[in-house]
C-alpha cells in the first residue's frame, strides 16, 4: 500500500470517526447527563487507534520489505500495539477525569466502519 493510499485510509477513518463519537457521545447524554469525561475519553481512544493503525501499517512495509528477521515478524508489533491499547483503557480506570469504555469504543470504530461501509456501497 502506498503512503497516499494509507492516508487516504486515515482520512476516511477519521471522518467515520467524528461521525460516530458524536453520535456515542448523544448516546451516553441521553443516558448519563452531560459530562466532559466521556467526550475526553473519546477522544483518548481515537488517539489509541490512529496510533495502532500507524504502527500496523509501520509493520506491514517493514515486513513486506523483504527483510525477515524472525519466525513470527508481526508478533512484536501486535504486541506493542496491544500494550499501548491496554495502557489506554487502563488509564480509564485508573484516572478520575477518564472512563475506560469511552476509550474502548473507537478501538472498533474500524470494524464498524468498514462493515457499514461494504453494506452501503457493496463493492
Known amino acids: 500500500m502506498q503512503y497516499s493510499e494509507f492516508r487516504k485510509e486515515m482520512r476516511f477513518i477519521f471522518i467515520w470517526s467524528v461521525f460516530l463519537d458524536v453520535l456515542f457521545y448523544l448516546l451516553s447524554v441521553l443516558i448519563i447527563g452531560l459530562n466532559y469525561e466521556t467526550a475526553l475519553s473519546l477522544i483518548a481512544g481515537n488517539i489509541v487507534l490512529f496510533i495502532n493503525l500507524r504502527l500496523l ?20 508489533g501486535y504486541l506493542f500495539r ?8 487502563a488509564a480509564g480506570f485508573m484516572l478520575p477525569f477518564l472512563n475506560a469504555v469511552g476509550i474502548m469504543i473507537p478501538l472498533f470504530y ?14
Open 57 to 76: 501499517y509501520n509493520s506491514i512495509i517493514k515486513n513486506t520489505s523483504g527483510a525477515q528477521t524472525g519466525k513470527n515478524p508481526m508478533m512484536k
Open 82 to 89: 496491544s500494550l499501548i491499547a491496554c495502557t489506554a483503557i
Open 110 to 123: 474500524p470494524k464498524i466502519i468498514y462493515t457499514v461501509h461494504s453494506i452501503i456501497v457493496r463493492r
